[in-house]
């Protein structure tokens, strides 16, 4: 088996990865590629998938190229899903929701993908409506730092909180905010 993994690059390195200014890149496909080199699959990353791909993951393709990689990409997902292989998109920010210039890829890869897998169990129930007929599936993001409850600044009592995210996460924030709020 041969899993390609679509990552913007050119022969990237697992350590680059593992590097990557990223967040997605570091905390949710770094440790995927560490696993499956346990498993001792053979693995490429990049934007071009070799002949002998058998598996295909999709992650990020954002960058600066991304209006020519999206054909690039979809052209291969669709040459990869004739042929009968397995295709997961890793759907970490929610693209579809809004309008976004990366939106149509998206849209399209929903549709050629075998699985998708999404960081949170709201944002999987919500690709199970758009992607009817697709398997969906929650895997959990690593947490780079130690979590800590929002609490109030003991002089001034305003709330203080730290939150990073996707813009396309904004509203979850907002609502939880909303729901919340009283108890922080």
């Not at 593992?18 to 001792?40: D, G, V, W, Y």
């Not at 990049?46 to 600066?64: D, E, H, L, R």
């Not at 997961?88 to 998708?116: G, Q, R, W």
């Amino acid at each position: 088996m041969h899993l390609h993994v679509f990552l913007n690059g050119e022969n990237v390195t697992p350590q680059q990865v593992k590097n990557s200014h990223t967040a997605s890149a570091r905390i949710r496909l770094s440790p995927f590629i560490e696993f499956a080199q346990m498993e001792c699959l053979s693995i490429t990353i990049g934007n071009y998938a070799p002949a002998n791909t058998t598996v295909g993951f999709v992650a990020k393709i954002g960058g600066p190229n991304y209006e020519k990689l999206q054909k690039h990409w979809i052209n291969q997902l669709r040459s990869l899903a004739a042929d009968g292989h397995p295709l997961v998109l890793d759907y970490s920010d929610h693209h579809l929701a809004f309008s976004s210039p990366i939106k149509p890829f998206y849209s399209e890869a929903v549709k050629i993908c075998t699985d998708i897998v999404t960081p949170t169990a709201e944002l999987t129930e919500d690709m199970k409506v758009r992607a009817i007929g697709k398997k969906c599936h929650t895997v959990h993001d690593m947490v780079e730092y130690p979590r800590r409850e929002p609490g109030r600044n003991p002089s001034s009592g305003e709330i203080k909180a730290m939150w990073f995210g996707h813009p396309s996460n904004a509203n979850f924030l907002a609502r939880y905010i909303d729901e919340h709020g009283d108890a922080m």
